[in-house]
Structures are given as structure tokens and as C-alpha cells.
């Protein structure tokens, strides 16, 4: 994993509370509906403003660190939050230094090992540490990248 400067991104787009524990329950899981919704043709489109074509994940308010609980928020770069679709909300991504890391193969499963990379990272007590404010994952043609606060 690099460290990176990253600018600040505002993001519209729907919310989720979540665990990871949660999510390896496909009972519990909440993330896969969000995907559906968030990653079908169009579904954003009605969203003014945006900034380019990729999906933004953005991974905020946690409860503590990677076991506790967190709301990802699945939608859109813009350039303003003028006014909010229906349903969404509006999230800040402050610029700052972060860890980077690619996924790139068959998604969904790259996108996993790339996360189970992070969770070694820090369980190992890695450095730099995160500091669990906000990350980000960019999803675009080529995959994914992700970028952990620091």
C-alpha cells in the first residue's frame, strides 16, 4: 500500500448501517442491495451535478474500527448538494493523506481480497495506522481503488 494525497470529493448517494461480520451473512448482509440498487443502469442519472461517471463508496461514521459498525454511502462525485434526490444523502470526503490500494480482477471477489489485505494491515498493526474517519473506494472500468484515512 502507497500513501497519497487525496482532494476532498463531495458524494450523493444512499446510506447504509453495516458491519462486517454482517456482511459475511448473506442473511444479514445489506451491502448487496445497496450494489443492486446503487450499480443498476441509471441510477443515478437524475443526480445533478456530478462529476464524472465513477461510483463512489464512501465508508464513514464508524463505530470504532474494522469489527464495529459503519455506514457506507453508495452514489455519485458532484460538484454542489444544491438540493438531495429523494432517499439520498450527501456526504464530504475530506482531502488528506491516505492509504491506496487497486483491485482489479473479477469484481466482486478482487474488491474483497483487496479489503482483506486492509484488515491484515491492521491487525498486524501496520503502519501507518488507520484512523477510521472516512475511506473511499473509486469504482471505475478498470476496478477499484481504495483510499483509507491515515
Known amino acids: 500500500m502507497d500513501v497519497t494525497e487525496r482532494a476532498e470529493l463531495l458524494v ?5 448501517r453495516t458491519t462486517n461480520a454482517d456482511e459475511m451473512d448473506p442473511s444479514r448482509a445489506k451491502l448487496p442491495a445497496q450494489w443492486q440498487r446503487g ?8 443526480v445533478p451535478g456530478r462529476t464524472d461517471e465513477n461510483l463512489y ?25 444544491p438540493r438531495l434526490p429523494e432517499g439520498m444523502v450527501a456526504v464530504r470526503v475530506p482531502a488528506g493523506q491516505s492509504l491506496t490500494l487497486a483491485a482489479r480482477g473479477p469484481m466482486p471477489q478482487a474488491l474483497i481480497e483487496a479489503w482483506q489485505h486492509v484488515w491484515k ?10 484512523a477510521f474517519t472516512t ?7 478498470d476496478g ?7
Do not use: C, K
Open 121 to 130: 494491515h491492521t491487525e498486524s498493526g501496520g503502519s501507518p495506522a488507520r
Open 12 to 16: 450523493v448517494g444512499y446510506a447504509v
Open 135 to 141: 475511506d473511499l473506494e473509486i469504482h471505475h472500468g
Open 39 to 46: 450499480g443498476a443502469p441509471g441510477a443515478f442519472a437524475h
Open 57 to 81: 463508496a464512501v465508508l464513514t461514521d464508524y463505530e470504532s474500527d474494522h469489527h464495529g459498525a459503519y455506514t457506507q454511502i453508495l452514489g455519485v462525485g458532484v460538484r454542489t448538494v
Open 144 to 150: 477499484a481503488d481504495l483510499y483509507l484515512a491515515i
